[in-house]
């Protein structure tokens, strides 16, 4: 910080209380001439002062890492704070999306409570209590109930990105789009036996726009104030369940019609939705471009469970981009492997391989910029205490050398566990 070199420890207890999950997140940043014990004279200090009611509050909860109830898929699931594994219906939208891109620099408090009632429930999310920009949910009937378990989904998500500057301009926040994701959805759940399970599932997904005022960029093309859709529709159908408790799988075809990104809301979004407003500038003025354009494939998922503590991970995306007598192939995939506490003694954790286009030359370039790999590897100190280690690392062209340097993020914390 400025010409100063700072420490920063933090704690973090993790809590588990039967269905009850609590993290805390106890961070201070000093200078080693205060040291640990020179409370007062912490570099953020004013993040423990509790100066008044208000800011007393901000700084009680963002001591919270977060608190949960139940795990995905319960009845009732609920979690607050900072969450990593965001999820609506089948990720037609929303596919793992994540608020802790900047932590630990930037503590986030969102949400997400889903109910499950049977004849009826919804799916929410909050991503920042701060901002309240990006929030929404997916609302669910079983019309027949458990006769005919089809239900029938409708989801809505609301953001609205504020980046300063767009194509190099600056901007006005009023100037900035509001972004509406509309989608409906269908899921039938066709055999539930012990040894094998299978759900039908499809998704229609749009993507909509609101600009309270019309940047002179866009003059004639958007009137202010009013809703609009960008010319474009996703589809999705696809079979999803298990295979004897061991094999989980997801066949999905999907067809597009002009503009739509399947699971746009991911991982990467917090990053991206900066940059957004620029891409929506284009996907207006440039409507002829991809008005007529389809896209056209198959996502393929599937992973094995061995031992109820090993998994193991393939995930391929093919599909086709045409553009009146052009057709573009686009090539995903994702790999991993999870494995779970009792199988390694003292060791657990997770390891990923992402790679977002090109994937046909995986073997001549296995690593350029559009991979990401990802670690998550816990070492038992003793009863209840793990050293944990996170490690990513994602690449980036060099023109200089032609090769691809490599950005790493690492980072080491200890967790307690209170069973």
Known sequence: IGDRVYSRWVFTPELNFGKLGMGLYLPAVFSPDVGIFGFKDWENHDEWDFRDWKDGLHDFVTKFYYVSWGTFGDPVYFKIGSIDNFFLGHGFIVDNYSNMVYFPEEVTVGMQLNIDAGAAGFETMVADFSR???????????????????????????????????????????????????????????????????????????????????????????????????????????????????????????????????????????????EYPAEMEELITNEDSYKDATQAGFLIKGSMVLFKKLEFGLGYENFDKTTGTQ??????????????????????????YDRTDNLEDIFKHPFNEDTVLNAEIYYELGAGISLVVNYKRTFKYNDETDEYDPIDSFGMNTVFTFF
């Open 327 to 352: 057709t573009e192939t686009v090539r995903k995939g994702t790999m991993f492997v999870n494995v779970e506490k009792d199988l390694i003694p003292k060791v657990y954790g997770n390891l990923s």
């Open 132 to 274: 309240l920009q990006l929030f929404g949910g997916r609302f669910f009937i079983r019309p027949a109930g458990k006769s005919f378990p089809l239900a029938i989904g409708v989801t809505g998500i609301h953001d609205k990105p504020e980046p300063a500057t767009i194509n190099g301009n600056p901007t006005e926040t009023d100037q900035l789009p509001r972004l509406i994701f509309t989608g409906a959805d269908l899921d039938l759940p066709i055999l539930r036996l012990k040894v094998f399970s299978m759900k039908l599932y499809a998704d229609a997904a749009k993507i909509g726009y609101i600009y309270k005022e019309v940047p002179s960029t866009l003059s004639g093309y958007v009137d202010p104030g009013t809703f609009n859709f960008l010319n474009g529709l996703g589809t999705g159908m696809g079979l999803m369940g298990t295979i004897a408790k061991v094999f989980n799988y997801r066949v999905e075809y999907r067809y597009i019609l002009g503009y739509y990104e399947p699971g746009i809301i991911n991982y990467l979004w917090e990053n991206r939705r900066l």
